[in-house]
């Protein structure tokens, strides 16, 4: 399948470290801080709504490292490099691991990452927990990605800003 989506995209040259921020359906309500912890590593921000769907698998070919939020966007990674790494961000009402035959495919290293809550979420009958807002841990976002890069031989330092 891969293969097939390649040879009818063709690859296109771009970052190698992506955060694939949604725009409808469940949100991260801490974005920002998470957009703080992304860009020490360099991580460009990508609205795959703002391209194409062949511009959004082809943006993914040079890929090293991916995040996102739980959600249709996880298929993208099927042009993503073989080996590399993607983080998916659950909400801890709503985890289902439906990027698993991706990532045993691609064999991604694979990080799932669920809110903690010290309540349960209490859902009103119009809501499913499918919908449910996401707040990423941000310690453990830091500590994760820290560790994935280390463990990939890839050891990452943050940016440094001139001052």
Do not use: W
């Amino acid at each position: 399948m891969r293969t097939n989506i390649l040879e009818r995209t063709g690859t296109l040259p771009g970052h190698k470290r992506i955060y694939i921020q949604r725009t409808s359906g469940r949100r991260i309500t801490n974005e920002e801080a998470v957009l703080d912890v992304l860009r020490k590593y360099d991580f460009e921000l990508v609205v795959p709504q703002e391209h194409p769907v062949r511009d959004q698998f082809r943006l993914m070919t040079n890929v090293d490292f991916s995040v996102m939020a739980h959600g249709a966007n996880v298929i993208l990674t099927l042009t993503q490099k073989h080996c590399s790494n993607l983080i998916e961000f659950f909400s801890s009402a709503y985890v289902v691991y439906h990027a698993t035959p991706i990532v045993e495919l691609l064999e991604l290293d694979y990080t799932p990452l669920t809110e903690f809550r010290s309540t349960p979420i209490v859902l009103q009958q119009q809501h499913s927990a499918q919908f449910c807002n996401i707040t990423v841990p941000i310690k453990q976002l830091e500590v994760f990605l820290k560790n994935a890069i280390h463990r990939n031989g890839k050891r990452l330092s943050p940016v440094v800003q001139p001052v």
